[in-house]
């Protein structure tokens, strides 16, 4: 089995991510901030709720900033941990990791925020994933953009998944949003 490491900033609902992996399997987990130990992780998941520039000003200070997009095996950014890996946030006027094109939007009127409950990810045409329902929970998106793995429609389309290379995220928490969140999960430990 793979080791996985969660990254810890204090900004992350680490404890049902924990449950989640071990639901898909995963024993070896470790949450931490040290670069050494992300560094030696087989996979890595880069979880997130809360504020963007909050969440950026504390990966600043361990200087995960500068390691995360250095990382060259596997990474899920999870929620605002896939907003913070694009380019720029409205949410606090802060600048991303840069990993992905797409800006970070808020929602606006007349939509309820946040952007919550289930919703219907469709995937592009080249992905293997049929559309399922996820758990969102979420004021800001990520735009459509040329990393667009999936889409979710709220008031008009958003990034539901974004990937490039290593690295992968998805606005919704799919610790929490049943089998298609545990098997979203598994593919990406697999």
């Not at 901030?33 to 809360?50: M, N, T």
């Not at 909050?54 to 600043?60: G, I, N, P, Q, V």
């Not at 008009?156 to 999960?185: I, M, T, W, Y």
Request: with cysteine.
């Amino acid at each position: 089995m793979s080791r996985v490491a969660i990254i810890d900033y204090g900004a992350g609902n680490l404890t049902s991510l924990r449950y989640a992996l071990h639901r898909c399997g995963i024993s070896d987990v470790v949450v931490t901030s040290k670069e050494k130990l992300i560094r030696s992780a087989d996979r890595i998941i880069f979880p997130g709720v809360g504020h963007a520039r909050y969440a950026m000003d504390r990966l600043t200070e361990t200087g995960l900033h500068k390691v995360i997009p250095e990382l060259d095996q596997p990474v899920l950014g999870i929620c605002l941990g896939m907003q913070l890996m694009c380019r720029y946030s409205e949410e606090g006027q802060v600048e991303g990791l840069g990993i992905f094109s797409a800006e970070v939007k808020r929602f606006g009127q007349p939509l309820k925020v946040p952007h919550m409950g289930w919703n219907l990810v469709k995937y592009t045409e080249n992905q293997t994933y049929i559309p399922e329902y996820y758990y969102f929970v979420h004021g800001y998106y990520a735009e459509v953009c040329r990393e667009t793995v999936a889409t979710c429609d709220y008031g008009h389309l958003f990034s539901a998944v974004l990937g490039r290379d290593n690295f992968l995220g998805c606005q919704f928490h799919p610790e929490k949003s049943g089998p298609a969140g545990e098997f979203f999960l598994k593919r990406f430990l697999s």
